[in-house]
């Protein structure tokens, strides 16, 4: 009797093992263990230190923009106090390892937990309001954090910043762009992968539930209220140790960057890369900081070379005009962002020819 051969033309999974897994396919696994090879034995020796220092910056930028999404994309909680909660993260860590003499490998976490806390007491308005409501408490929130960054000075040291000393780890010192890679792209592996298992556990069934219809999770049993705490803990938590990872790096800081600005980018990268989707908030965060640079590359081009003389105080906001139009057009044509069109891509080559 003549054997069939059949082709793949959809997903179809027969045990729930399969729906959750993170891998689809023994390729995908192959191919993510051949990019973890690549990314860490080909990337930091055979870029320059501007590249390397750009893509350093993605790498932390994508664990705070994950736990954004997991606030924003998973359990539909609209947050503008991200880049607060980056900036407490930083001072915390700033302040342990000058003040307290916290180790590295000690700070970074405990200033993610510090930040953690503070994220839950701004997200206990949650329990009453959202939509609109929510956006202006957690706008409050940014800038209450400012405020607070700024004039309490003789903690944070006000507008003079904080130096910080270098870090290391159990007594290998970590200095420069190459070393610092290694620490930021591993922490940023293992956090990926800690927010992949979170949203398939009961805990993140959960956050898309109350996502979905909050009224009809409670009707179902789901304590709401302590699922969003418990939701801008973890985003808060995310937060905390990119900004801690971010001023170890930096060596100093202050409380310039940590503004509403930032904020609007994070929301920026989760949008842009897609709303609950954890490899969307890398390539929103890729996307964004890349963008950022060739903006202000452009920018400085067209200001030194007198291309468009007498109109540079038109040029200057080039950098928020193009970030904003980029925004609206995903929006308006690819709403679920590049993870969605990584998807189509991926698809059509795994189901070709039957790519519908």
């Not at 923009?65 to 900036?87: K, P």
């Not at 705490?229 to 808060?236: N, R």
Request: neutral net charge; contains cysteine; glycine residues 10%.
């Amino acid at each position: 009797m003549r054997k069939l051969w059949f082709h793949p033309c959809g997903n179809f999974s027969n045990r729930y093992e399969q729906e959750i897994t993170i891998f689809e396919t023994d390729f995908g696994r192959a191919a993510a263990l051949l990019g973890m090879v690549v990314l860490f034995t080909l990337v930091p020796f055979m870029t320059g230190p501007y590249v390397l220092y750009v893509i350093n910056i993605i790498g932390i930028t994508s664990i705070a923009a994950i736990g954004l999404n997991i606030l924003v994309g998973f359990t539909g909680q609209i947050s503008l106090g991200h880049g607060a909660f980056v900036g407490v993260g930083a001072y915390a860590a700033a302040i342990m390892a000058t003040s307290l003499s916290f180790p590295f490998w000690i700070a970074v976490p405990v200033a993610g937990l510090v930040t953690a806390l503070v994220g839950m007491v701004f997200g206990m308005p949650s329990v009453r309001l959202k939509g609109l409501y929510l956006t202006i408490a957690t706008l409050a929130g940014q800038f209450i954090i400012e405020y607070i960054l700024v004039h309490w000075e003789s903690l944070t040291r006000g507008t003079m910043g904080i130096i910080l000393p270098s870090a290391s780890i159990l007594g290998i010192t970590i200095e420069g762009d190459r070393s610092f890679f290694f620490v930021i792209f591993i922490s940023l592996i293992a956090m990926t992968y800690i927010a992949s298992n979170i949203m398939r556990t009961r805990y993140g069934r959960a956050f898309i539930a109350i996502r979905d219809n909050d009224r009809a999770a409670e009707g179902m049993g789901i304590p709401i209220f302590r699922y969003k705490l418990l939701a801008f803990g973890v985003s808060s938590f995310y937060a905390g140790v990119a900004g801690a990872l971010l001023a170890f790096y930096l060596i100093s800081i202050s409380t310039e960057p940590f503004n509403l600005g930032l904020s609007v980018e994070y929301l920026a990268m989760v949008i842009i890369g897609g709303m609950g989707n954890i490899a969307g908030s890398v390539f929103g965060a890729t996307f964004i900081t890349v963008l950022n640079e060739v903006l202000r590359w452009l920018t400085d081009f067209l200001m030194n070379a007198g291309i468009l003389e007498g109109f540079q105080l038109n040029v200057a906001p080039l950098r928020e005009l193009v970030f904003g139009a980029a925004i609206v057009l995903f929006i308006l044509f690819e709403p679920r962002g590049l993870a969605e069109v990584w998807r189509i891509i991926r698809s059509s080559f795994r189901l070709w020819p039957f790519s519908y």
